[in-house]
C-alpha cells in the first residue's frame, strides 16, 4: 500500500537541481475581444433594467442589485485572472486580427461572425425574453 519514505531515501532517488526551470505561459486570455465580453454584459444588465423598469417593484430593488453585482463580478474576475503573474506576452484578439483570423474552438476554427454568434446568441435571446415577459405583463 504505501510506506513511510524517509529523507535519506527520497534525497538518494530524487534530482536536485540548482538552476531554475523556465517558467510555464498559459493563455489566459480566451482569445476573444473585449467587445465581445461587454456586450454580453450590456445584454445581461439590460434584461435586468427591462426587468426592473417593466416589473417595477419597490421590493425587487435588492435582487436586481444582486444579480447586477453577481453579473459583473462573473465578468470581472476572469478578466482580473487574465492579467495574473507571471507576465504573460498574450493577449486578447484586437478586432481587426479577430475578423481576419477568426478563433480557434475545441470543435475547429470559427470566423468571426460565426464566434460573435455563437457568443452571442444567449444573451440576445435572454433580452428579447425580458421584453416579450414585459409586454405580456403590460398587455393582461
Not at 463580478?73 to 485572472?81: L, M, Q
Not at 476554427?109 to 452571442?120: I, N, P, V, Y
Request: glycine share 8%.
Amino acid at each position: 500500500m504505501s510506506r513511510h519514505l524517509t529523507r535519506e531515501i527520497v534525497a538518494e532517488a530524487a534530482t536536485v537541481r540548482t538552476e531554475l526551470l523556465h517558467p510555464v505561459t498559459v493563455d489566459r486570455t480566451f482569445e476573444l475581444p473585449r467587445g465581445l465580453y461587454l456586450s454580453t454584459v450590456g445584454l445581461y444588465l439590460g434584461f435586468l433594467a427591462v426587468m426592473a423598469f417593466g416589473m417595477g417593484s419597490p421590493e425587487l430593488i435588492i435582487p436586481m442589485v444582486i444579480f447586477a453585482f453577481f453579473i459583473v463580478a462573473g465578468f470581472a474576475i476572469p478578466a482580473i485572472w487574465t492579467r495574473m503573474r507571471p507576465n504573460n506576452p498574450a493577449g486578447p484578439l484586437d478586432w481587426n486580427r479577430f475578423r481576419s483570423k477568426g478563433v480557434m474552438t475545441a470543435t475547429g476554427r470559427l470566423s468571426a461572425g460565426e464566434a460573435t454568434a455563437q457568443m452571442l446568441v444567449l444573451p440576445v435571446l435572454i433580452f428579447a425574453w425580458g421584453i416579450v415577459c414585459v409586454t405580456i405583463a403590460a398587455l393582461v
